[in-house]
C-alpha cells in the first residue's frame, strides 16, 4: 500500500498532521468551540424559505461577489463600514488561505505568537509561506514591546494575531495591535473568531482598520451565530485588501445556499446572538468553579476555557473525562486543556465529572 512517504510531496509537508479534533459520539461534547445552543425556530423557518427560493436556480452559479451577503455583514460590524470593506468565504479559514495566497508565499514568512490558532501555522505550510513563531510568555500573554521585537528582527510579510486568543481564550490589549501595525511594513492579521464573547470593555481592530489600511480582521458566524456547518467567515479592511484577495479566490467560490442562509440568519441577528449571554454566564461559571478547586484558569474572553489538568496530567484527565462521557480538547500545552462552555446541562456534566478527578 501506498504512504504519504511514497508520494512527492513539498517539502514542507512532510511529517505534519492534518488539522482536526475528535468527533467522538459521546453524551457531552465540549472540544470543538461550537455554539451548543440550536438554532432558534423563528431562524430556521425563515432559512428555509430562503434556501427554498434559490434551490429552482441551482442550475446557475452564485453571485460571485457575494455583494448582498457583504452589505449584510458590513452592517453587522457598524463602523461606517461598507461591503467594500468586507470579503466573505466558507469559514475564516479559508479568508485566511486567501490572505496568505495573496500576500505571503514561497519567498516569504509569516509570523505568529503561539500557543494560539494551530490553523496558523498550517495554512502558512499549506501556502508555502514559511513560519516564524515568537512566542508567548509563560503566562500566555503578548505584550506590544514582544510583539514589536519579533516583528523588527524577522520583518515577516504576514503578521498573525489572535484576539481572543486560542486556545488561552484572552483578549488582545489593542495597544498590541497598534504597535505591531506601526512596526511592519507587511500585513497584520487579526483573527477575531470570538469577538462576541468578549468581557465588557473589551476593543477589537475594527476601530483600526481606517488609521491602518494592512490592518485585515477575521471573523466568523460560527460561533456566536451557531453557524458552524454553515461555513461562513469573513474579513474587513481596507477595500483595496478587498480587491487583492479577489485576484485569488476560486471562481464562485462560495455556493448560492451558503450565501442565502448566511442572509437569513444575519436578519435575525437578535434571536441568534441571544445565547451569548447565556453561554458567557457558563464561561464564567467554570472560570470561578475551577480556580475555586485550586486549579490555574487563564482569563477568557471567548466561548472557551484554557485550564490546568488535575496533577498536571492534561492526557490523563482527558482520557478520564471521556471515559466518564465527556469531551474535551487536548491543545498540545503542556498540562493545560481546552474546555467549550456549552449549555447548562453540559457544563453541570463536565464540572461534576472533573471534581471526581480531584
Same mark, same amino acid.
Given at each position: 500500500?501506498?504512504?504519504?512517504?511514497?508520494?512527492?510531496?513539498?517539502?514542507?509537508?512532510?511529517?505534519?498532521?492534518?488539522?482536526?479534533?475528535?468527533?467522538?459520539?459521546?453524551?457531552?461534547?465540549?472540544?470543538?468551540?461550537?455554539?451548543?445552543?440550536?438554532?432558534?425556530?423563528?431562524?430556521?423557518?425563515?432559512?428555509?424559505?430562503?434556501?427554498?427560493?434559490?434551490?429552482?436556480?441551482?442550475?446557475?452559479?452564485?453571485?460571485?461577489?457575494?455583494?448582498?451577503?457583504?452589505?449584510?455583514?458590513?452592517?453587522?460590524?457598524?463602523?461606517?463600514?461598507? &461591503?467594500?470593506?468586507?470579503?466573505?468565504?466558507?469559514?475564516?479559514?479559508?479568508?485566511?488561505?486567501?490572505?496568505? &495566497?495573496?500576500?505571503?508565499?514561497?519567498?516569504?514568512?509569516?509570523?505568529g505568537f503561539t500557543p494560539s490558532y494551530s490553523m496558523h501555522p498550517l495554512?502558512?505550510?499549506?501556502?508555502?509561506?514559511?513560519?516564524?513563531?515568537?512566542?508567548?510568555?509563560?503566562?500566555?500573554?503578548?505584550?506590544?514591546?514582544?510583539?514589536?521585537?519579533?516583528?523588527?528582527?524577522?520583518?515577516?510579510?504576514?503578521?498573525?494575531?489572535?484576539?481572543?486568543?486560542?486556545?488561552?481564550?484572552?483578549?488582545?490589549?489593542?495597544?498590541?495591535?497598534?504597535?505591531?501595525?506601526?512596526?511592519?511594513?507587511?500585513?497584520?492579521?487579526?483573527?477575531?473568531?470570538?469577538?462576541?464573547?468578549?468581557?465588557?470593555?473589551?476593543?477589537?481592530?475594527?476601530?483600526?482598520?481606517?488609521?491602518?489600511?494592512?490592518?485585515?480582521?477575521?471573523?466568523?458566524?460560527?460561533?456566536?451565530?451557531?453557524?458552524?456547518?454553515?461555513?461562513?467567515?469573513?474579513?474587513?479592511?481596507?477595500?483595496?485588501?478587498?480587491?487583492?484577495? &479577489?485576484?485569488?479566490?476560486?471562481?464562485?467560490?462560495?455556493?448560492?445556499?451558503?450565501?442565502?442562509?448566511?442572509?437569513?440568519?444575519?436578519?435575525?441577528?437578535?434571536?441568534?446572538?441571544?445565547?451569548?449571554?447565556?453561554?458567557?454566564?457558563?464561561?464564567?461559571?467554570?472560570?470561578?468553579?475551577?480556580?475555586?478547586?485550586?486549579?490555574?484558569?487563564?482569563?477568557?474572553?471567548?466561548?472557551?476555557?484554557?485550564?490546568?489538568?488535575?496533577?498536571?496530567?492534561?492526557?490523563?484527565?482527558?482520557?478520564?473525562?471521556?471515559?466518564?462521557?465527556?469531551?474535551?480538547?487536548?491543545?498540545?500545552?503542556?498540562?493545560?486543556?481546552?474546555?467549550?462552555?456549552?449549555?447548562?446541562?453540559?457544563?453541570?456534566?463536565?464540572?461534576?465529572?472533573?471534581?471526581?478527578?480531584?
Open positions: 500500500m501506498t504512504s504519504l512517504e511514497d508520494l512527492p510531496l513539498r517539502d514542507e509537508l512532510r511529517g505534519l498532521t492534518p488539522y482536526g479534533a475528535p468527533q467522538l459520539d459521546v453524551a457531552v461534547r465540549l472540544n470543538t468551540n461550537e455554539n451548543s445552543h440550536p438554532l432558534p425556530e423563528a431562524a430556521v423557518a425563515e432559512m428555509e424559505k430562503a434556501l427554498a427560493a434559490v434551490l429552482r436556480d441551482l442550475n446557475r452559479y452564485p453571485d460571485r461577489d457575494a455583494v448582498a451577503l457583504r452589505t449584510d455583514l458590513a452592517a453587522y460590524l457598524g463602523h461606517g463600514l461598507t &461591503q467594500r470593506n468586507v470579503w466573505a468565504a466558507n469559514g475564516s479559514n479559508e479568508i485566511q488561505q486567501q490572505l496568505l &495566497q495573496t500576500f505571503a508565499g514561497p519567498g516569504r514568512t509569516a509570523l495554512l502558512s505550510a499549506g501556502t508555502g509561506t514559511a513560519w516564524v513563531d515568537g512566542r508567548r510568555g509563560d503566562d500566555f500573554g503578548l505584550t506590544a514591546e514582544h510583539a514589536v521585537e519579533m516583528v523588527r528582527r524577522h520583518r515577516p510579510d504576514v503578521v498573525f494575531l489572535c484576539s481572543p486568543n486560542n486556545p488561552t481564550g484572552t483578549a488582545l490589549p489593542l495597544d498590541v495591535v497598534e504597535a505591531v501595525a506601526e512596526a511592519t511594513d507587511g500585513m497584520v492579521i487579526v483573527d477575531e473568531a470570538y469577538a462576541e464573547f468578549a468581557r465588557p470593555g473589551t476593543v477589537f481592530a475594527l476601530s483600526l482598520i481606517r488609521r491602518y489600511p494592512r490592518v485585515v480582521v477575521t471573523r466568523t458566524m460560527s460561533k456566536a451565530f451557531a453557524l458552524a456547518g454553515g461555513r461562513v467567515g469573513y474579513l474587513a479592511a481596507d477595500p483595496a485588501v478587498v480587491d487583492a484577495v &479577489q485576484l485569488v479566490r476560486l471562481p464562485y467560490h462560495l455556493s448560492a445556499l451558503t450565501q442565502a442562509a448566511a442572509r437569513a440568519a444575519l436578519a435575525h441577528t437578535t434571536a441568534l446572538l441571544s445565547t451569548v449571554d447565556a453561554v458567557k454566564a457558563e464561561r464564567d461559571r467554570i472560570v470561578e468553579t475551577l480556580r475555586g478547586w485550586g486549579l490555574p484558569v487563564a482569563d477568557s474572553d471567548a466561548n472557551f476555557v484554557l485550564f490546568g489538568a488535575p496533577r498536571g496530567d492534561a492526557k490523563g484527565a482527558w482520557q478520564a473525562l471521556l471515559d466518564r462521557g465527556v469531551l474535551i480538547r487536548d491543545v498540545g500545552v503542556p498540562g493545560w486543556l481546552r474546555v467549550t462552555a456549552g449549555t447548562t446541562e453540559e457544563t453541570t456534566a463536565f464540572l461534576t465529572a472533573l471534581e471526581e478527578l480531584l
